[in-house]
């Protein structure tokens, strides 16, 4: 056997180990990882007085413990709340907010959750809508002094 075509046998040898060579597999993260059901919440139309209070539900569709360090809004107007425990892979947790609904005109408010996830550390969730005022009650009639 001659080989007249050096080149071309080494070109042969190199694609053949090339197609043994393992294809990278991507890389996995470890870690914890907040989910978010939804990121803003909109009351629509509320009344003056209305209940302001929403939930985020989120899952930890991470390997390792969820813990919610922080959950700070934007002004004084929104008060937050959560679970203080670890949220462990695979289950469920909520951060939950309330507007003081005392305020008339439209909502556009933010607030950001702080937490070991390991993509996601910092989150901003939002709140929007429009507190309209309460409808007037009508006056009654002063009553009449009778004679």
């Keep these: 056997m001659t080989m007249r075509h050096p080149i071309t046998l080494s070109l ?40 302001g209070a ?3 539900p989120f899952t930890n569709t991470g390997d390792e413990p ?6 700070r809004t934007s002004c004084g107007c ?14 469920k947790g909520s951060v939950r907010l309330r507007y003081d609904t005392n305020r008339v005109g439209p909502i556009n408010k933010s607030a950001t959750v702080t937490s070991n996830s390991v993509d ?9 809508g429009l507190v309209r005022p309460r409808p007037e009650e009508v006056a009654s009639p002063a009553p009449t002094p009778s004679h």
């Design 12 to 51: 042969c040898l190199l694609m053949a180990s090339s197609l043994n060579a393992q294809v990278p597999k991507p890389a996995t993260t470890h870690g914890p990882l907040i989910t978010f059901e939804k990121t803003e919440h909109d009351y629509g139309t509320i009344e003056q007085g209305a209940d």
């Design 120 to 128: 996601q550390p910092v989150l901003v969730l939002r709140i929007k």
């Design 78 to 91: 929104l008060v937050p709340s959560w679970d203080r425990d670890p949220v462990l892979p695979g289950k």
């Design 66 to 71: 969820l813990i919610i360090s922080q959950f």
């Design 54 to 56: 929403c939930e985020f």
